[in-house]
């Protein structure tokens, strides 16, 4: 058995140095850091578990948890419906692939750009669509603040979204809807019962996919906001670089990334856990 194995081990060390370089051995570092009390200019000062101490005590920390929260409540489920709306809308059509790649374009521009143009356009009082729509005052007030920035997220990654729904929707037998409406059903009763039920490995996917987009947020909310205005769009990314870049916190900022991940993880398997008690 074990010579059986020496083959796949062979083939796959490449890959797996790899992995170990660029993924184990940063993770490792990360893990050490948080143990110290750093500067990145200063000598580290080893002091064990006490970033873990500050962080679950840190006001900050809590109300930047409760921002991304809210940003996930209003980005998730927009970006899950959506994505399986347009997909659905868009199945068949004559413009089907024109759409596609209008909706993938925005993922393609540089985060740079695609902000200037933003500004450019919604800025409430000298924006080019201020001149022809009422523009919500989202530099001033947090809860438009995070909108927008929900509002921008949702751009630039929902051509993603469609394209895993419509790659699972064309991957749906045919003969099962025919069967479907052969059997009376109609079109609501089939996309109910037939497609809805197999795009759920799609949905699975885009949930978890769209948990981490949630958790791992930072360049929109840096590009637009700055966290503001009075830190209604702080993040735990935004966070993160504040405590790390601008406050040299960097063992504070190690711990903060460890928390993030963990949390992404428990988000993301729960939603799986729950879609799988779902079927």
Known sequence: MKRDLLPYLAFSAP???VLALFVLYPFLDVVRFSTWDWSGLSEPKPVGLENYRRLLSDP???QSLWVTLKFLLLAL???VLLSLALAVALE???YERFVKALLFLPGLVTLGGATLSWY??????YGALAQLLPIPPWDREGFWALVMVVAFTLWRHLGYGVLVASARLKAIPKALLEAAYVDGATSWQ???????PLLRPALAFLTVVGTILAFQSYSAVFLLTR?????ETRVLGYYLYEAGFENFRLGYA???TLVILVLTFLFAYAQLRLLKEAE
């Open 15 to 17: 890959a797996l140095g």
């Open 60 to 62: 900050a920390f809590y």
């Open 77 to 79: 489920p927009a970006f």
């Open 92 to 94: 068949g059509a004559v």
């Open 120 to 125: 450019t356009l919604f800025t409430p009082e």
């Open 190 to 196: 089939a996309f109910r019962h037939v497609t809805l």
């Open 227 to 231: 966290g503001g205005p009075y830190g």
């Open 254 to 256: 190690a711990a903060l």
